[in-house]
């Protein structure tokens, strides 16, 4: 029994590194992109807080619509 707690904390270990490596590509730009999209900032200045600005303006957009039907 032992030697089952030791080869699950070895798997655990062995892949420790590539789901830090996942976390780091994939699930962090996700939040932080959802962050940025309750601002308005264009990578140099200060950002301005807007709220849900940016998702009532793509929601009334028809060219959005279009692509959206489109798929």
Same mark, same amino acid.
């Given at each position: 029994?032992?030697? =089952?707690?030791?080869?699950?904390?070895?798997?655990? =270990? #062995?892949?420790? $590194?590539? =789901? =830090? %490596?996942?976390? #780091?590509?994939?699930?962090? $730009?996700?939040?932080?992109?959802?962050?940025?999209? !309750?601002? &308005?900032?264009?990578?140099?200045?200060?950002?301005?807080?807007?709220?849900?600005? &940016? !998702?009532?303006? %793509?929601?009334?957009?028809? %060219? !959005?619509?279009? #692509?959206?039907?489109?798929?």
């Amino acid at each position: 029994m032992h030697t =089952l707690k030791g080869t699950k904390i070895s798997i655990f =270990l #062995g892949m420790l $590194p590539s =789901l =830090l %490596i996942y976390i #780091g590509i994939a699930i962090v $730009p996700v939040f932080m992109s959802l962050y940025y999209s !309750f601002f &308005n900032w264009d990578g140099l200045t200060d950002k301005i807080y807007i709220g849900f600005d &940016n !998702f009532t303006h %793509i929601l009334s957009d028809d %060219i !959005f619509w279009l #692509g959206v039907k489109t798929i």
